[in-house]
């Protein structure tokens, strides 16, 4: 019997095209990328199950942390700034909603007075950041 | 004079693109931060704005300093307040929900956060039940009374 011989051809990977692949990767990660503009505070945030995501864009933030010191723009501000300053905002971006991140062992007290604040200085769209609670 | 002609072939070396689109791909796929913040909307009352309510479609709700909550005047765990802000919608046998019915929330200033985010979830959560828009709102709670 005749055994045909497998004809030794160059086996190759076309390579010519991993270039372009890499570049669609670049565009697709350049798109998607949002650079972290604020450190924030270390927060343990509450979780809820009603929780629904945020947009990408026209979200300013609050922190609040676990002694109730409130973060804005990473400047350690007092109450009395945060409506000042969240309304500065909301002037330059009518569709700007406050994300208000506040530690979930912080007293009510010092977030009702953020949110005195910001209603008396009409910033009235807010979201109360939480955690997805896994029902 | 005449100038030599050049007849090689002019050409910029691409073999490298692929390595230097990589590169790039590394440096973003490490600096890129997927958004997957999460909030439960409310929109705040404006200061001042007074709009008159029938008291009889308003169900107050307490949330104390001990993380106790009363609803109507009664005392109801935590795992209950979603049945019992049912009933209060359905008045506990009519199958459509009443939409008039407002939730004020009003909770001790000495109260956790997170307690008083449990409780706003869960009166949530009864309105997305029964696919009814949300009307809940939140009461200042002034340092002069305190429950």
């Known amino acids: ?135 | 004079m005449r100038r030599p002609k050049r007849s090689e072939s002019s050409s910029i070396p691409t073999a490298s693109t692929g390595d230097i689109a990589f590169l790039l791909l590394v440096f973003f796929m490490t600096t890129t931060i997927f958004n997957n913040e999460l909030g439960l909307q409310i929109v705040l009352p404006e200061k001042g704005e007074t709009v008159k309510v029938k008291s009889s479609s308003i169900a107050h709700v307490y949330v104390a300093r001990d993380g106790s909550v009363k609803i109507e005047g009664k005392n109801v765990p935590i795992d209950k307040i979603e049945d019992t802000a049912i009933d209060l919608l359905t008045k506990g046998h009519t199958v459509k929900a009443d939409t008039n019915l407002i939730f004020s929330m009003k909770t001790s200033r000495f109260c956790k956060y997170g307690v008083m985010i449990t409780v706003f979830d869960n009166l949530k959560k009864a309105f997305n039940t029964l696919n009814v828009p949300e009307k809940i709102s939140l009461k200042p709670s002034p340092i002069s009374e305190e429950f």
């Open chain 1, 1 to 135: 019997m005749e055994i045909k011989r497998i004809e030794k051809g160059s086996i190759e990977i076309p390579t010519a095209s991993t270039g372009d692949i890499a570049f669609l990767l670049i565009v697709f990660f350049m798109v998607t990328t949002v650079f972290r503009a604020e450190q924030g505070l270390r927060i343990n945030l509450p979780a809820a199950e009603n929780a629904k995501k945020l947009p990408n864009k026209g979200v300013a933030h609050i922190w609040i942390g676990e002694d109730g010191i409130i973060s804005i723009d990473d400047n350690i501000v007092p109450v009395s700034y945060v409506g000042i300053l969240q309304a500065r905002k909301a002037a330059e971006n009518p569709g700007l909603i406050t994300s208000v991140e506040a530690d979930k062992n912080v007293n009510y007290g010092v977030v009702n007075d953020v949110f005195d604040e910001l209603s008396a200085n009409k910033v009235l769209r807010i979201s109360l950041a939480t955690k997805k609670r896994r029902i």
